[in-house]
């Protein structure tokens, strides 16, 4: 099955600065990859997604970036805010699967 | 925007007891996914429901478990006799068709005892 390993597992900057959480995975068949955003006690709520036939897509201040040859995808954050402090994780799916198979999370921490 | 609805927020149960979890997801979707979440830990699939039926599993999902969507609004984990290890966070996800992205509950903290 699906292995998605994901890194850092803690991400500490400060406000302004970017972000990059990276993740990879194992299933060359994976063909959807969203990315999901869950503040402390709440539900993982979707941010961005990317198939695998686009290698970047951007939505304001977040983007996220795919290549299929390693099997990483990484997820960037700019100009930082607090309110960008939580849990992110990504997951891969695909491969005959509808199954999204989640990373362990990253918490990110923008400090003021 | 509508969104998947879960209950209880918080159920405290003694071990060996049945839970039942509910949710309501979004009204126009087909596919229906129960995860849970060990506190500090990662997401961890189910199950997935589909036309009625139960279309994937996880090892975790064994005979203690089972789904259902008793009418056209709800659907159900049953969690036959708990143990403390089935403490966790329990969420609730659906979407309209295959390629779209999950939408998540609020999830149920499930406390064993």
């Known amino acids: 099955g699906e292995n998605v390993e994901q890194h850092p597992s803690t991400l500490s900057v400060q406000e302004g600065d970017s972000a990059v959480i990276k993740c990879t995975y194992s299933?060359?068949?994976?063909?959807?990859f969203p990315w999901y955003k869950q503040e402390l006690g709440k539900r993982p709520q979707l941010i961005i997604d990317?198939?695998?036939?686009?290698g970047e897509k951007k939505d304001q201040r977040i983007a996220v970036t795919l290549n299929k040859t390693a099997k990483h995808f990484s997820l960037h954050i700019t100009e930082t805010q607090p309110e960008d402090s939580a849990v992110y994780f990504c997951a891969a799916t695909g491969g005959g699967s509808y199954i999204p198979t989640f990373g362990r999370g990253t918490s990110l921490i923008v400090h003021p | 925007e509508p969104e998947v609805t879960q209950t209880p927020s918080h159920q405290v149960t003694q071990m060996g007891q049945e839970v039942i979890l509910r949710c309501v997801p979004i009204s126009n979707h087909l596919y229906f996914y129960w995860y849970r979440q060990i506190l500090g830990q990662k997401v961890e699939f189910l199950v997935s429901f589909y036309n009625n039926e139960i279309s994937e599993k996880s090892e975790i999902f064994d005979d203690q478990f089972s789904v259902e969507r008793p009418d056209g609004s709800n659907f159900t984990l049953k969690i036959r006799s708990t143990k403390l290890e089935d403490s966790a966070m329990y969420f609730c996800a659906s979407r309209p068709g295959t390629g779209s992205p999950q939408y998540f509950g609020p999830g149920t903290r499930l406390t064993v005892t």
């Open positions: 990317i198939r695998s036939n686009v």
């Open positions: 299933d060359s068949a994976s063909n959807y």
